[in-house]
C-alpha cells in the first residue's frame, strides 16, 4: 500500500504565491506518476498537473504559465508551486500517485488552498 501526505495550504492574497508537498511513504515502487488535483465547492475534481518518472509534465489550461510541478525522487516527494494566484483557484488540493499500467490510484486527505481578493 501506498499513503500520501499534503502539506503547505493556506489563505494567500491575489496575485501571491503558495507552495504545496506531497510525500509519499510505503510500497511507493508501485508509483510511476504523480499529480495534483483540486475540487472547488460544487464542482468535479479536476486534474491540475503531473509529472511522470521521467520528468514529463502536464498542466491544466487553467494553470498554464502560473503553477509548476516538480518532484524530488530521493524525498519520496512532489511539489506544486503556484503563482500569480487568482480566487478561482481556491478549492482543496489533493496530491495523487498512479500506477500507469494499472490505474490504481492513490490519494492523499487534502490541502485547502483559499486565494483572496
Known amino acids: 500500500q501506498v499513503q500520501l501526505v499534503e502539506s503547505g495550504g493556506g489563505l494567500v492574497q491575489a496575485g501571491g504565491s503558495l507552495r504545496v508537498s506531497c510525500k509519499a511513504s510505503?510500497?511507493?515502487?508501485?508509483?510511476?506518476?504523480m499529480a495534483w488535483y483540486r475540487q472547488a465547492p460544487g464542482k468535479q475534481r479536476e486534474l491540475v498537473a503531473s509529472?511522470?518518472?521521467?520528468?514529463?509534465?502536464n498542466y491544466a489550461d487553467s494553470v498554464k504559465g502560473r503553477v509548476t510541478i516538480s518532484r524530488d525522487n530521493a524525498k519520496n516527494t512532489w511539489y506544486l508551486q503556484m503563482n500569480s494566484l487568482k480566487p478561482e483557484d481556491t478549492a482543496v488540493y489533493y496530491c495523487?500517485?498512479?500506477?500507469?499500467?494499472?490505474?490504481?490510484?492513490?490519494w492523499g486527505q487534502g490541502t485547502q488552498v483559499t486565494v483572496s481578493s
Open positions: 510505503g510500497n511507493i515502487f508501485r508509483i510511476n506518476v
Open positions: 509529472i511522470s518518472s521521467s520528468g514529463s509534465t
Open positions: 495523487n500517485a498512479r500506477n500507469s499500467y494499472t490505474n490504481v490510484n492513490y
